[in-house]
């Protein structure tokens, strides 16, 4: 069973750093497209990042230059690494990894940026 775990969301303030990590079980990040999305409250949920098998990266255009997506084949772990980081970044951070056509999601974690 696929199984994705995040965790690094925290209350920092604008300007901070965060490092949000992805552990995932029951397939391999190297193999698979993995990304992250966010969401505040009812709002859609957004992608901001997104890594292929093949190390093919995109950025939702909010955050190109300041946030930086890897993987660690070894730990079976995507790493977003978020700096200067704004208010207007305030949400759920979603890892999402699709396998075989399937869509799987992390429970999420919280990020604040205080002004």
């Known amino acids: 069973q696929v199984q994705l775990v995040e965790s690094g969301g925290d209350l920092v303030q604008a300007g901070g750093s965060l490092r949000l990590s992805c552990v995932v079980s029951?397939?391999?990040?190297?193999?698979?497209?993995v990304a992250w999305y966010r969401q505040v409250a009812d709002y859609q949920r957004e992608s901001v990042a997104s890594?292929?098998?093949?190390?093919?990266?995109n950025y939702a255009d909010s955050v190109k230059g300041r946030f930086t997506i890897s993987r660690d084949n070894a730990k079976n772990t995507v790493i977003l690494q978020m700096n200067s980081l704004k208010p207007e970044d305030t949400a759920r951070y979603y890892c999402?990894?699709?396998?075989?056509?399937?869509?799987?999601w992390g429970q999420g974690t919280q990020v604040t940026v205080s002004s």
């Open positions: 999402q990894i699709r396998v075989w056509g399937v869509t799987y």
């Open positions: 029951g397939t391999t990040v190297s193999s698979n497209a």
């Open positions: 890594i292929s098998s093949s190390v093919n990266i």
